[in-house]
């Protein structure tokens, strides 16, 4: 009996150094050396202080503002900690009540936006995407382009700037980062 107790808290104490502090350092030491930015959550930082990241969605308001995807967290919109989609089915009518309202908000921002894409109006699987298609990029434009007093040719152009094409040239779909979009528009329309 004594054997055995003191072989498991043996093993005990030599998993709990292996998997609960060897393995944690040696990962973290492998990111830090082959992924600084994204161990380090891949912060955008202006003016010495960080503004967000480029991995995480955020919210933006105004007509100033491209939106990104809505977000499926609660009770705080965009909040890491409570990752997740919403879970509603296609058939729930909240999802349906929800879309509408979001697309109502749209058309009141931009009176004659037609064809609103898909991702502008329902949230991503984590609730906490930082990317929009580049068609709801477009679809905004105008709105964006009217409100900072900017030619649609030159958001346009941003956006090109801002657009990433699929992973590896075949994984997922071309997309923009709404952060660092609206950033290039900050910096673009406070130049004298």
């Given at each position: 009996?004594?054997?055995?107790?003191?072989?498991?808290?043996?093993?005990?104490?030599?998993?709990?150094?292996?998997?609960?502090?060897?393995?944690?350092?040696?990962?973290?030491?492998?990111?830090?050396?082959?992924?600084?930015?994204?161990?380090?959550?891949?912060?955008?930082?202006?003016?010495?202080?960080?503004?967000?990241?480029?991995?995480?969605?955020?919210?933006?308001?105004?007509?100033?503002?491209?939106?990104g995807r809505p977000s499926a967290t609660?009770?705080?919109?965009?909040?890491?900690?409570?990752s997740g989609g919403s879970n509603l089915?296609?058939?729930?009518?909240?999802?349906?009540?929800?879309v509408q309202a979001r697309i109502a908000?749209?058309?009141?921002?931009?009176?004659?936006?037609?064809?609103?894409?898909?991702?502008?109006?329902?949230?991503?699987?984590?609730?906490?995407?930082?990317?929009?298609?580049?068609?709801?990029?477009?679809?905004?434009?105008?709105?964006?382009?009217?409100?900072?007093?900017?030619?649609?040719?030159?958001?346009?152009?941003?956006?090109?700037?801002?657009?990433?094409?699929?992973?590896?040239?075949?994984?997922?779909?071309?997309?923009?980062?709404?952060?660092?979009?609206?950033?290039?528009?900050?910096?673009?329309?406070?130049?004298?």
């Amino acid at each position: 009996m004594k054997e055995a107790l003191r072989t498991s808290v043996v093993m005990l104490a030599m998993l709990t150094l292996l998997t609960g502090v060897a393995y944690p350092l040696v990962v973290t030491a492998v990111a830090q050396v082959a992924f600084p930015a994204q161990a380090n959550g891949s912060l955008i930082v202006r003016e010495g202080r960080p503004v967000g990241s480029s991995l995480i969605g955020q919210p933006f308001s105004g007509p100033r503002y491209f939106r990104g995807r809505p977000s499926a967290t609660s009770p705080v919109p965009y909040n890491a900690a409570s990752s997740g989609g919403s879970n509603l089915g296609p058939l729930n009518p909240a999802l349906k009540d929800g879309v509408q309202a979001r697309i109502a908000d749209l058309r009141r921002e931009a009176p004659g936006l037609e064809g609103i894409p898909v991702d502008l109006v329902t949230a991503s699987g984590s609730g906490l995407d930082p990317h929009i298609s580049p068609a709801s990029a477009e679809a905004q434009a105008s709105r964006v382009a009217k409100a900072r007093g900017m030619s649609e040719d030159e958001v346009r152009a941003l956006i090109v700037r801002h657009s990433e094409g699929r992973q590896f040239g075949i994984l997922g779909e071309p997309r923009v980062n709404v952060l660092l979009l609206n950033l290039s528009l900050d910096e673009a329309t406070e130049r004298p």
